[in-house]
């Protein structure tokens, strides 16, 4: 199985005979016993299945296990919500941090249009309080 890495960290991958950052995986063989003392032999490549969701679409849902990426969108999109990722995994021990990432890209202010929104809130809020205070 060749495997095309999609990566920014800056280290070359190259092996003689494949294209940059292409790796390729070995399978493996393995044998497993039935309960009626049969054996099965297969073979397989060492691989785990992913899913991926965006951090939208998992708030208020939690996983055995996750691996966030922090860093910062390229273009035109906003910023992800460092909180809903960092906090979808039932213990810290089951959270990993995909690629290294830059304190400022968590910093980075909110946009103009969701200010307003917050503003707004909390001058509703405020009068609701003085009617019922």
Same mark, same amino acid.
Request: hydrophobic share 35%.
């Given at each position: 199985?060749?495997?095309?890495? %999609?990566?920014?960290?800056?280290?070359?991958?190259?092996?003689?005979?494949?294209?940059?950052?292409?790796?390729?995986?070995?399978?493996?063989?393995?044998?497993?016993?039935?309960?009626?003392?049969?054996?099965?032999?297969?073979?397989?490549?060492?691989?785990?299945?992913?899913?991926?969701?965006?951090?939208?679409?998992?708030?208020?849902?939690?996983? %055995?296990?996750?691996?966030?990426?922090?860093?910062?969108?390229?273009?035109?999109?906003?910023?992800?919500?460092?909180?809903?990722?960092?906090?979808?995994?039932?213990?810290?021990?089951?959270?990993?941090?995909?690629?290294?990432?830059?304190?400022?890209?968590?910093?980075?202010p909110?946009?103009?249009?969701?200010?307003?929104?917050?503003?707004?809130?909390?001058?509703?809020?405020?009068?609701?309080?003085?009617?019922?205070a």
């Open positions: 199985m060749l495997v095309k890495l %999609n990566h920014d960290v800056g280290v070359p991958v190259n092996f003689p005979g494949l294209p940059p950052s292409v790796i390729g995986i070995q399978p493996t063989e393995g044998m497993r016993y039935t309960n009626r003392n049969k054996s099965v032999t297969f073979t397989q490549f060492p691989v785990s299945l992913a899913y991926a969701i965006t951090d939208y679409k998992c708030q208020g849902q939690t996983f %055995n296990w996750v691996i966030v990426d922090l860093k910062k969108p390229t273009g035109l999109c906003p910023s992800a919500s460092p909180y809903v990722q960092l906090s979808r995994a039932r213990a810290r021990h089951r959270l990993s941090i995909l690629r290294p990432f830059s304190t400022d890209e968590l910093l980075s909110l946009p103009e249009e969701l200010q307003l929104e917050l503003k707004w809130q909390e001058q509703r809020a405020d009068e609701t309080e003085s009617l019922y």
